[in-house]
């Protein structure tokens, strides 16, 4: 063995011939990740015995490796509060990354630790009179970061001292300490927000930053920062010493400011107008949601606005990554539907490119639609027929879409003439409805059946391609919108009834699913009429298969409506059936093209998710987490509508004067036929006069009845008990807003009152419920109808019981529950 192995390798030893290592052996230096890889046992006990050597400890670069081991382990969650006391006395250090580390793992224990809070109170007070003003601001945000509100009185002296230092980090980092103070008492800080609302003309930009960041969050409940026109005017003077992180800020904080008149109004614009010459997308879309908030009252200035900003927009979408690139397109895709006309010169800009993402791919195609106008509606038409062969089989369907789009656009004039962009439009989609792909053969007959509305005198050059659609399509979509043009235009068509004929007597029916059977039906009885003597036996066979159907309801119901209405007589039959024009007017847009309310509310809330949602903000968003653009107040005999982000629960809160006089109010427990007469007047059937809801949901009792949450009902004997025990009670209720099954079951759930089964269809949401008194009492079986085809919607509640006594009560408790989620 080697004279200098002894002290080094220390290892059993069973026998002799084992052999040794020739030469001293040392463990390399810590680097990288090796100070979260090292775990020997006793490291805090060896740690705490380096940290004790500490202030003696002359190199710098082994003072920093004790302190970084430390934080490591604390990072890799070691408790390593063992070592408090030494990492205070390490506080002493004047190496500034040292401080840094040790400020962190002060705030990290300290939160969860009062009494070692205590022990680092003094220290860090200390450093907050530093001669150093970056260890200065560090400590002070260290010390507002303990969140102990036992020690926020050890906090306020320093606080105030530091908002009127002379350094901006230092004051920056006051204003921001102001806030932590508040989360934790707000009484405490009303001085001292007052000082921060002061400081809203600071030289130092970041610091006006951060004092309008605070204020927002101190004020959340009455709408954030306010600002005079004193203030709003020395901001925009100075809005180019700003960041683009601070532009944002002040440019929210501008949409809360109404100008005195219109002079005032352009001025500020033109303060703004540098802006739009940024690179920062954030900056340029903020300055565009202000431009249209201001002038949103003032009738073409929409246009004006769009002419300005269009420049700066089309430069970004030109560059940037794909996201902002997407972003950026959902936002020109609104300012196009505003002003079409502005950016319609600029449509190359919008091709598609090879190299981009599918999403980005899909939006431009959409907006290229919005764009067409009579002088480049050719080149669009030609340049999307190019992507609808793509292999992206979703591109070529929103390509297909676009073109028919185009065909729709009253800024197309339209004509039957030799050349008309109309026929160009015809002409590809009829050659679409050929192409051996089947998605876009189907996308391309829908987008027919669309055109064939908006412009009948087109339907001659669709008519006589429908017979070879109804053979070639399968996708159910487009077979059923090829069904409907055979209806429509079967005067037209030689062959339509026996192309109707081969589709009911065919093995096909039973292959065919529910749109185009009910296609299928309505355009039998429409051609009954136009050809009696041909279809006839057509339409016999259609109606017997139709109300024999088991896969379809609507199917059924709709074939039992149209035999009755044909029993009744043809002509009342016909006035019913046929008698609807389902053309739509050029210069009128589809219904769902026509909300407009919806549009003008988006607006509002440019340059945020909503206009990437297409939704507003109430539709996503939390409303304790919504900014503070929108409508904080609502008028007596409103409702303001909650809804989670993902469209689910809703809370309605009316005012006293949404609800009608007690004596409409229906009573709890009326007999079943007074609420069907009242359901029936809600509906608009006794009376040619609009419907009007004249009940309200009753006022419940007092949950006075304890139920048992562990109580277990099967199946079989729920449906047994339901068929057989009377109803003991009944109600009706209207509802704001949208609702699912699950929002209601959790919602009764809390209640103790448990759920059987519940389901939702196109038309209403249905739910089983059940509970029982505590100590086994009596049993209560409700059911709960919701029909979503009201406007509003209509609950019915429905409660039967066995051996309960508290029927009434129940049902209160019910209606309490749903009360949570828009009742």
């Keep these: 063995m080697h004279s200098g192995a002894s002290g080094v390798f220390k290892g059993p030893t069973t026998t002799s011939s084992m052999p040794q290592p020739s030469g001293p052996v040392s463990a390399p230096p810590p680097t990288g990740d090796s100070y979260f890889t090292d775990a020997r046992r006793g490291e ?229 107008d540098p802006v739009l010459r940024t690179s920062n997308s954030g900056s340029v879309l903020g300055t565009i949601r202000c431009f249209l908030k201001l002038t949103s009252s003032i009738p073409g200035m929409g246009e004006m606005v769009c002419q300005r900003v269009k420049p700066p927009v089309l430069t970004l979408v030109a560059g940037g990554t794909p996201e902002l690139v997407y972003v950026l397109l959902t936002h020109l895709k609104h300012l196009a539907q505003i002003s079409p006309e502005t950016f319609s010169p600029d449509y190359r800009q919008l091709y598609v490119r090879y190299n981009e993402p599918s999403h980005v791919k899909y939006l431009k195609v959409e907006v290229l639609g919005l764009l067409a106008n009579e002088e480049n509606g050719l080149d669009i038409i030609t340049e999307l027929s190019e992507y609808v062969s793509d292999p992206d089989g979703k591109l070529g369907v ?118 185009v059977k009910i296609s299928l039906l309505t355009a039998a009885v429409k051609l009954f009429f136009k050809r009696p003597g041909e279809m006839q036996g057509i339409l016999g066979k259609c109606l017997v298969k139709s109300s024999a159907d088991a896969t379809s309801q609507e199917l059924h119901d709709r074939a039992l409506l149209y035999y009755r209405l044909l029993a009744e007589g043809g002509e009342q039959a016909e006035a019913v059936v046929a008698g609807t024009d389902q053309n739509v007017d050029r210069a009128r ?27 507003e903000e109430k539709h996503w968003c939390q409303e304790e987490f919504r900014g503070f653009g929108g409508r904080t107040d609502v008028s007596e005999g409103e409702v303001k509508v909650v809804q989670d982000a993902f469209g689910g629960s809703v809370v309605i809160e009316p005012t006293s004067a949404s609800l009608p006089p007690p004596q409409q109010q229906q009573q709890v427990g009326e007999p079943a036929a007074a609420a069907g007469d009242t359901y029936e007047d809600l509906l608009g059937f006794a009376s040619d006069e609009p419907a009007s809801v004249t009940v309200a949901p009753p006022s419940p009792p007092a949950p006075s009845v304890s139920l048992n949450p562990n109580f277990t009902l099967d199946g079989g004997s729920f449906q047994s008990m339901w068929q057989s025990l009377p109803e003991a009670c009944s109600s009706l209720s209207p509802s704001t807003g949208s609702h699912t099954p699950n929002s209601v079951e959790d919602a009764l759930r809390k209640l103790s009152i448990l759920t059987m089964a519940s389901g939702e269809t196109a038309g209403e949401i249905k739910l089983f419920l059940y509970c029982q008194e505590e100590g086994g009492g009596g049993v209560y079986l409700v059911q709960v109808l919701i029909d979503k085809n009201c406007e509003p919607r209509v609950a019915s509640v429905t409660v039967k019981t066995k051996g309960g006594k508290e029927p009434d009560t129940v049902m209160g408790m019910v209606h309490n529950g749903m009360g949570n989620v828009g009742f």
């Design 589 to 615: 847009k589809f219904a769902e093209e026509q909300d407009s309310e919806t549009f003008k509310r988006l607006r509002d809330e440019f340059n945020t998710l909503s206009i990437v949602y297409s939704q």
């Design 44 to 272: 805090v006990s060896e740690l705490r015995a380096l940290l004790k050597t500490f202030p003696v400890e002359r190199s710098l670069t082994r003072r920093r490796d004790v302190i970084k081991k430390v934080i490591a382990y604390m990072t890799l969650g070691i408790d390593v509060s063992r070592l408090f006391t030494e990492m205070i006395l390490a506080v002493e250090d004047r190496d500034l990354v040292i401080k840094k580390m040790v400020y962190l793992y002060l705030t990290t224990y300290a939160q969860n630790s009062p009494d070692l809070a205590q022990m680092c109170t003094n220290t860090l007070q200390k450093d907050t009179s530093n001669d150093d003003p970056i260890i200065r601001g560090l400590a002070l945000r260290s010390l507002c970061s303990l969140r102990v509100e036992s020690m926020v009185e050890y906090v306020l002296d320093p606080l105030r001292r530091s908002l009127g230092d002379s350094n901006a980090y230092v004051r920056k980092t006051a204003v921001m300490g102001v806030l932590k103070l508040h989360d934790l008492n707000p009484e405490l800080v009303t001085e001292l927000t007052e000082t921060v609302r002061g400081m809203v003309g600071d030289v130092d930009t970041m610091v006006v930053v951060n004092v309008i960041r605070t204020l927002n969050e101190i004020k959340r409940k009455e709408g954030g920062m306010q600002v005079d026109r004193k203030e709003m005017l020395g901001l925009l003077n100075r809005i180019q010493e700003f960041d683009e992180f601070g532009l944002s800020e002040v440019l929210g904080l501008l949409l809360k400011y109404k100008p005195q008149g219109k002079e005032e109004m352009f001025a500020i614009m033109n303060l703004l």
């Design 398 to 515: 929103l390509a297909v879409r676009a073109i028919s789009e185009v065909g729709c656009s009253d800024r197309c004039l339209l004509s039957g003439g030799q050349g008309g962009i109309g026929e160009v439009v015809v002409e590809k989609l009829v050659e679409l409805t050929g192409l051996d792909v089947p998605h876009v053969s189907s996308a391309a007959a829908s987008c027919l059946k669309d055109v064939a509305r908006k412009h009948p005198d087109m339907r001659g050059l669709i008519a006589p391609v429908l017979p070879r659609c109804a053979r070639a399509i399968t996708e159910e979509k487009g077979l059923a919108s090829t069904v409907w043009m055979l209806g429509e235009m079967g005067e037209m068509i030689t062959e339509a009834p026996y192309v109707l004929e081969r589709m009911v007597d065919g093995d096909g029916w039973e292959g065919y699913g529910g749109e």
